[in-house]
């Protein structure tokens, strides 16, 4: 027989953990996680640096991909067809990167 899957934990077990793991009350910590968010925010908005940094977790950068003009009569390479490719507008992507000591976590 097959073991049910763990579910990941809810923001209220997370906030209830770190609470109990602090001696800080969920409020507190609750306001901690939205300092966190404001401070991601201001970093990766337009103003801001572009990275942001969590020590020893993770890094958040935003990558400008710049516009990509239409292209026509294109080789399909699958198919060998010739086909037209519309025009895509530039876009900003978030690249998130494992930093060593979480994947030592992970991996340990």
Known sequence: MAKAAKKAPTKTEILQNIATATDLSKKQV????????????????????GVFALPGLLKIEKKKVPAR????????????????????????????????????????
């Open 30 to 49: 609750a306001a901690v996680f939205e300092a966190l968010t404001e401070e991601v925010r201001k970093n990766l908005g337009p103003r801001g640096t």
């Open 69 to 108: 003009p239409a292209q026509k009569n294109v080789r399909n390479p699958f198919t060998g067809e010739l086909q037209d490719r519309p025009a895509k507008q530039a876009y900003n992507k978030v690249k998130i990167r494992a930093l060593r000591a979480l994947k030592d976590m992970v991996l340990k």
